[in-house]
């Protein structure tokens, strides 16, 4: 574990409520594994309190960045100084780097860190029939990530219609080829012809028993991938399981977004 000093690069994750948060353990391992000589620690904002803290961050010369996390990633956006294309397209941030003259810097690493996950366990997007349950903070970065994979189509469901519309339609007119559709939450009629679902809600972390959609409509030989990680198995990935699904736990997302995140900072190994 690394030993915080004057020297380390500080992070702050910026998380409404915060005891489910398991990520920071994540990073922090992968930074002790990379060498880097940095910490991140999770910190319970109250959104009335959001703009106040992300001023402070500006003012805390030994802070490197930030981690914006559930329910921040889209509020967050609003507040940046800067933002990559990435996140300027995708409409989220998910880390933010502190540059030197106390600016923010938002950026956004789900979907690319949701793309290589996949292909880090065998599986690749290109071609997919996809289904995303969500198109909030997460399901928007993924749903774009996996469109410019090459994913054949795109079915997007969200509890709030328009919201999965408004996505489908900015999928629609930056990745043409993709076919996209868009359905109520929980029908299961999305199911028809998907070979990879992704659920991007936060249905299965506070009640372990619920799950976004019934499977019973899905293929054996699909994918079930979920951006939980805790509880690491879900009882939508259970569901896939049993049902013979390759499954995806959503600590494969986060396990390649430390190394990007130390491009997007500067950070290097000690050694």
Same mark, same amino acid.
């Given at each position: $574990?690394?030993?915080?000093?004057?020297?380390?690069?500080?992070?702050? $994750?910026?998380?409404?409520? +915060?005891?489910? +948060?398991?990520?920071? +353990?994540? #990073?922090?391992?992968?930074?002790? *594994? $990379?060498?880097?000589?940095?910490?991140?620690?999770?910190?319970?904002?109250?959104?009335?309190?959001?703009?106040?803290?992300?001023? *402070?961050?500006?003012?805390? %010369?030994?802070?490197?960045?930030?981690?914006?996390?559930?329910?921040?990633?889209?509020?967050?956006?609003?507040? $940046?100084?800067?933002?990559?294309?990435?996140?300027?397209?995708?409409?989220?941030?998910?880390?933010?780097?502190? =540059?030197?003259?106390?600016?923010?810097?938002?950026? =956004?690493?789900?979907?690319?860190?949701?793309?290589?996950? !996949?292909?880090?366990?065998? +599986?690749?997007?290109?071609?997919?029939?996809?289904?995303? #349950?969500?198109? %909030?903070?997460?399901?928007?970065?993924? *749903?774009?990530?996996?469109?410019?994979?090459?994913?054949?189509?795109?079915?997007?469901? =969200?509890?709030?219609?328009?919201?999965?519309?408004?996505?489908?339609?900015?999928?629609?007119?930056?990745?043409?080829?993709?076919?996209?559709?868009?359905?109520?939450?929980?029908?299961?009629?999305?199911?028809?012809?998907?070979?990879?679902?992704?659920?991007?809600?936060?249905?299965?972390?506070?009640?372990?028993?619920?799950?976004?959609?019934?499977?019973?409509?899905?293929?054996?030989?699909?994918?079930?991938?979920?951006? #939980?990680? =805790?509880?690491?198995?879900?009882?939508?990935?259970?569901?896939?399981?049993?049902?013979?699904?390759?499954?995806?736990?959503?600590?494969?997302?986060?396990?390649?977004?430390?190394?990007?995140?130390?491009?997007? !900072?500067?950070?290097?190994?000690?050694?």
């Amino acid at each position: $574990m690394t030993e915080i000093t004057g020297e380390t690069a500080l992070l702050w $994750m910026f998380t409404h409520p +915060v005891r489910h +948060v398991r990520g920071s +353990v994540i #990073i922090n391992r992968q930074f002790d *594994a $990379m060498d880097v000589d940095a910490a991140i620690c999770p910190i319970h904002v109250l959104p009335e309190h959001l703009e106040f803290m992300m001023e *402070a961050a500006r003012k805390t %010369g030994n802070l490197a960045g930030l981690g914006l996390t559930k329910p921040y990633k889209i509020t967050g956006h609003a507040l $940046m100084d800067h933002l990559t294309d990435a996140a300027r397209l995708q409409g989220a941030v998910n880390f933010v780097r502190r =540059n030197p003259d106390g600016t923010l810097t938002g950026h =956004n690493l789900d979907g690319e860190g949701f793309v290589a996950g !996949l292909s880090a366990n065998g +599986v690749s997007a290109a071609g997919r029939n996809v289904l995303v #349950i969500g198109t %909030g903070g997460v399901g928007r970065p993924i *749903a774009f990530s996996l469109a410019e994979a090459g994913v054949a189509s795109l079915a997007l469901a =969200n509890r709030t219609r328009s919201s999965a519309e408004a996505l489908a339609d900015d999928i629609s007119r930056h990745y043409a080829p993709v076919r996209t559709a868009v359905f109520d939450f929980a029908d299961e009629a999305a199911l028809e012809g998907v070979d990879l679902v992704v659920n991007a809600t936060s249905v299965g972390m506070t009640d372990p028993d619920a799950q976004p959609i019934s499977l019973e409509l899905l293929s054996p030989e699909a994918v079930v991938a979920d951006v #939980i990680i =805790n509880p690491r198995m879900t009882t939508l990935l259970r569901a896939a399981s049993a049902k013979g699904c390759k499954i995806i736990t959503g600590d494969a997302m986060l396990a390649p977004q430390p190394a990007l995140l130390c491009a997007f !900072l500067g950070l290097q190994p000690r050694s």
